[in-house]
């Protein structure tokens, strides 16, 4: 959560951060809402939490996969080196 908006920022650019912050703790916002619900009602079928573990997993693999489909930025992170210059005050 720390560098949510360092990663938007890169993936995005500055310009497009508030929009992408916006969009994204909307859909973290659903997800809180949603997901207890739905494991207590899976839960009580099952009388079991191994089916929510289970589908946990298989929600973190499948993310994982989905994120090598974001394209690759080569971006320089090494500082330019600046001329020397003399500055008179």
Do not use: H
């Not at 009388?47 to 289970?54: H, R």
């Amino acid at each position: 959560i720390c560098l949510t908006s360092i990663i938007l920022v890169d993936l995005l650019g500055i310009d497009r951060l508030t929009n992408a912050f916006g969009l994204l703790s909307l859909f973290r916002g659903v997800a809180s809402m949603l997901g207890p619900p739905i494991a207590g009602v899976i839960f009580d079928m099952t009388d079991s939490y191994q089916i929510l573990f289970w589908c946990a997993g298989i929600m973190l693999i499948i993310s994982s996969l989905i994120s090598f489909l974001i394209p690759n930025k080569n971006i320089n992170y090494e500082e330019k080196e600046e001329p020397d210059a003399e500055y008179n005050i």
